[in-house]
């Protein structure tokens, strides 16, 4: 099956400092989520980004399915980021996750 | 907006009784999930179901029963708790068209069992 690797699996930022986030997959996929999920364990959905490139405020994402990848971009980081963040691909019912990387972000 | 809720955020159970945890979804989604998430094992399926009265083992589903009598509502069974089952329970639900493969889930439900 699909193996899905994050790196890096933590990461500790300054506020205010940018940061990028990578998922690489064995092998094609047709879709992708990021994650991201809070101290309180909540999963919350960022982007559903098959391909191609969305922004939604300070985050942003990329996947280039042909070259087997994704990434999630920080930008202005916040304390509120902190936690864990997730790519996920999906093929029949059966969702296979990174093994997360781990941000905190320092006052 | 989607939305995923869970009964509880945290409940304490004692080994051996029997524990329900409830997801509700608004969206009229097809598909609804349940897994565990435990530290250094990831989220693991537990059962899911693609439409009422269906369910489908997933890839832990010993110790766990589910039902599913209405379209929103999916119900995971605990049917004798033991302390292994201890574990954050995570409920989440997709849709059978369009963006299939985009889950959405809860808030999750905390569960020790003493």
């Known amino acids: 099956g699909i193996q899905v690797e994050q790196s890096p699996p933590d990461l500790i930022l300054q506020e205010g400092a940018n940061s990028t986030l990578r998922c690489n997959f064995s092998d094609s996929v047709n879709n992708l989520q990021w994650f991201h999920q809070n101290p309180w364990g909540q999963l919350i959905n960022l982007f559903y980004?098959?391909?191609g490139t969305k922004q939604n405020g300070r985050l942003s994402a990329t996947t280039v399915a042909t070259e087997r990848y994704s990434l999630l971009y920080i930008s202005s980081s916040q304390t509120t980021d902190s936690g864990v963040y997730f790519c996920?691909?999906?093929?029949?019912?059966?969702?296979?996750f990174g093994a997360g990387t781990r941000l905190f972000v320092k006052a | 907006d989607v939305k995923v809720t869970q009964s509880s955020r945290y409940l304490v159970k004692r080994t051996g009784e029997k524990v329900f945890l409830e997801c509700v979804q608004d969206m009229d989604h097809e598909n609804m999930f349940w897994y565990r998430q435990d530290p250094g094992l990831g989220l693991r399926l537990i059962y899911f179901s693609y439409d009422v009265k269906m369910k489908e083992k997933g890839d832990i589903p010993e110790g766990y029963s589910v039902s599913r009598e209405k379209k929103e509502r999916f119900s995971l069974i605990l049917e004798s708790a033991s302390t292994n089952q201890t574990s954050m329970y995570l409920c989440a639900s997709s849709s059978s068209g369009g963006t299939a493969y985009e889950q959405y889930f809860g808030p999750g439900t905390r569960l020790t069992v003493t």
């Open positions: 996920a691909y999906t093929g029949g019912f059966k969702t296979i």
């Open positions: 980004i098959p391909s």
